[in-house]
C-alpha cells in the first residue's frame, strides 16, 4: 500500500501540473492544454508511467480491499462503548471508507474525460493563434470547458461541486497516507519523520486545494 | 463514591454475551480500579451471584495481566498505565462507567473480561528468543560491546509486558506493535543476530496466522500502551521483514 501510495502522489503532482494549464486562456491556452493531451496519450515515455498509473491504482485498490476486510473479520465483537477519537485521528481509521470515495471519484473523473479523449467523438482542433495547425489535434480543452460550462451542460454546477468534494476526500486520504506510506515502508527517524510528516500535511492541503480550484475557476468565469 | 458499572458478563468462550447493569457505594477514591471490581464482586458473592471473572496479578503495572477496556479505552482514561494503576479518583462520583474486554478474534473471551492471550505467547513461540552457549563456558554478556544507543532502544522494546492493549485499541485489531517490541529488543543486539532473519519472518507469519488484523498506522497503540512502546518498533520490524524477505534463501 505504501509504495504504490507514494507513487500516486506523484502522479497527482504530474497531473496537477498538466492541470494548472487551463488557467492559461485564450487560444495560447487552448492549443498549448490540447498539444500537451496529445503527448500524455502518445509519449512511450509517459505511456510507460501510466500503465505504472493504472497498475498502481488497481493494486492499491484491491490490496486495501483485501486488507480492510481481514481487519474486519479481526474484531468480531465490536466494542459496546468506543472513544477512538481519544488516540488516532478521523482520517487514520476511515482509510478504506475514504479511498472508496477516491475510487468512485475516479470512475467518474475517466470516464468524462480520459474515455472521452481515448474514444469518444470529440471535436477536432484545426487551427491555432498561428494559423492552421499542421496536424489537427482532438480539442480536449473544449470539452473539459464545456463540461463545467451552465450554458452547455446543464449539470456543470454540480460536477464542479462534485469534483471539488472529491478533492476534500484526497484530502483526508493524503493527510494520514502521505507519513503512514513512509512508515510502512520502515522509515521512521528522529530527525526526518518530522519532516515528513510537515510534508505530508502540507501536500494533503495543498495538492487537493489546487486540483479543487479549477473546476470552480472553470464553472465560475464561464457562468459570469 | 457511588458508580454505575455496565459490565461484559459472558459465562463461557462459547456462549453469547451481554452487558450488564451493577451499583456500587462507598468506593474510596483511592482505591485501584481492580480494588473498585474487588467490592464488586464481594458484593455478588454475598448475593450469591456469580462473581465477575477478570486478569490480574501483580498490581503494581508490570505483569501485563489486567486488562478491561473501560470507557472506550484501553486500561481506562490514563496514559502510560495498567488497570492496575488506574485509581478511582480519576472518575466521578456518580460516574456510569462501561468495562469491555479486549476485542479481537485472536483474543478470544474466557469468561467475562477474561481473555485468551497465548496467541502472543505462540508469535514469541514462533522466534522470539536468542541461542544461548549451554556447554557451561558462557561468555560473560559484557564481552560483547554494544554501543549505548541500541542498548537504550532495545531496553525500551523489552520493557513490552504483553498485555495486548495494542491489540485491543487498534481499529484493526493489529499486533504490530507487539511482535515489533519483541522483534526489536532482539534485532538491536548482537546476541539476536543469529536467528534475525528467520525470527521476523516467523513471528509475522505466526501473528498472521492467529487473525489479528493489518497495521493501518493509526497510532492509536503507541498511545495507549502502559509502557509508551514507540511506533519505530513498527517501521524497524518492516525494515527487518523486507530485509529478511529479500535475503533469507
Not at chain 2, 130 to 138: E, K, L, R
Amino acid at each position: 500500500m505504501g509504495a504504490t501510495g507514494l507513487f500516486l502522489c506523484l502522479f497527482l503532482v504530474g497531473h496537477l501540473a498538466g492541470n494548472l494549464q487551463l488557467f492559461i486562456g485564450g487560444a495560447e491556452g487552448q492549443l498549448q492544454f490540447n498539444e500537451y493531451a496529445k503527448f500524455m496519450t502518445t509519449n512511450p515515455a509517459v505511456k510507460i508511467l501510466s500503465y505504472l498509473t493504472y497498475f498502481s491504482i488497481l493494486f492499491h485498490t484491491v490490496d486495501g480491499i483485501l486488507l480492510a476486510v481481514e481487519n474486519r473479520k479481526a474484531r468480531p465483537v465490536k466494542y459496546a462503548y468506543n472513544k477512538p477519537s481519544a488516540n488516532s485521528s478521523w482520517a487514520s481509521r476511515n482509510m478504506a471508507v475514504l479511498g472508496t470515495l477516491v475510487l468512485a471519484f475516479i470512475v467518474v473523473h475517466m470516464s468524462n474525460f480520459w474515455a472521452q479523449m481515448h474514444w469518444g467523438e470529440i471535436p477536432v482542433q484545426i487551427s491555432g493563434p498561428d494559423g492552421t495547425l499542421d496536424e489537427p489535434l482532438k480539442d480536449l480543452h473544449t470539452v473539459v470547458l464545456g463540461f463545467f460550462n451552465p450554458a452547455e451542460n446543464s449539470l456543470a454546477l454540480a460536477a464542479a461541486l462534485l469534483y471539488a468534494f472529491a478533492m476534500v476526500a484526497i484530502a483526508f486520504h493524503l493527510w494520514h497516507g502521505f507519513q503512514s506510506a513512509w512508515q510502512s515502508l520502515g522509515v521512521n527517524h528522529p530527525r526526518y519523520t518530522p519532516l515528513i510528516k510537515g510534508a505530508g500535511k502540507a501536500f494533503s492541503v495543498v495538492i487537493p486545494a489546487l486540483f479543487a480550484i479549477i473546476p470552480l475557476y472553470l464553472y465560475f468565469t464561464q457562468a459570469a | 463514591m457511588n458508580l454505575t458499572l455496565k459490565i461484559w458478563r459472558q459465562a463461557g468462550p462459547s456462549v453469547i454475551g451481554k452487558m450488564e447493569t451493577y451499583k456500587v457505594s462507598d468506593i474510596s477514591p483511592d482505591m485501584s480500579f481492580l480494588e473498585m471490581m474487588d467490592v464488586l464482586n464481594d458484593q455478588l458473592i454475598r448475593d450469591g451471584k456469580d462473581p465477575v471473572a477478570f486478569d490480574h496479578d501483580c498490581r503494581e503495572g508490570i505483569c501485563g495481566m489486567c486488562s478491561m477496556y473501560i470507557n472506550g479505552q484501553a486500561h481506562g482514561p490514563n496514559r502510560g498505565t495498567t488497570t492496575c494503576q488506574l485509581h478511582m479518583r480519576s472518575f466521578k462520583d456518580g460516574d456510569t462507567i462501561y468495562i469491555e474486554p479486549w476485542r479481537a478474534a485472536a483474543f478470544p473471551v474466557i469468561k467475562d473480561l477474561s481473555v485468551d492471550r497465548s496467541s502472543f505467547d505462540r508469535i514469541i513461540q514462533a522466534g522470539g528468543y536468542v541461542s544461548v552457549n549451554t556447554s557451561g563456558n558462557t561468555q560473560d554478556a559484557n564481552a560483547i560491546p554494544v554501543p549505548k544507543e541500541n542498548a537504550d532502544k532495545a531496553f525500551d522494546a523489552a520493557t513490552c509486558i504483553g498485555c495486548g492493549a495494542c491489540v485491543a485499541t487498534c481499529t484493526n485489531s493489529s499486533a504490530m506493535l507487539f511482535v515489533s517490541a519483541k522483534v526489536s529488543q532482539l534485532a538491536l543486539l548482537p546476541q539476536g543476530d543469529p536467528e534475525r532473519e528467520l525470527r521476523v519472518l516467523r513471528m509475522v507469519e505466526q501473528m498472521d496466522k492467529e487473525g489479528f488484523g493489518n497495521c493501518s498506522n493509526t497510532g492509536a497503540c503507541e498511545v495507549e500502551c502502559p509502557k509508551g512502546i514507540s511506533l519505530e518498533n513498527i517501521a524497524r520490524m518492516n525494515r527487518e521483514y523486507l530485509r529478511a524477505s529479500v535475503t533469507s534463501e
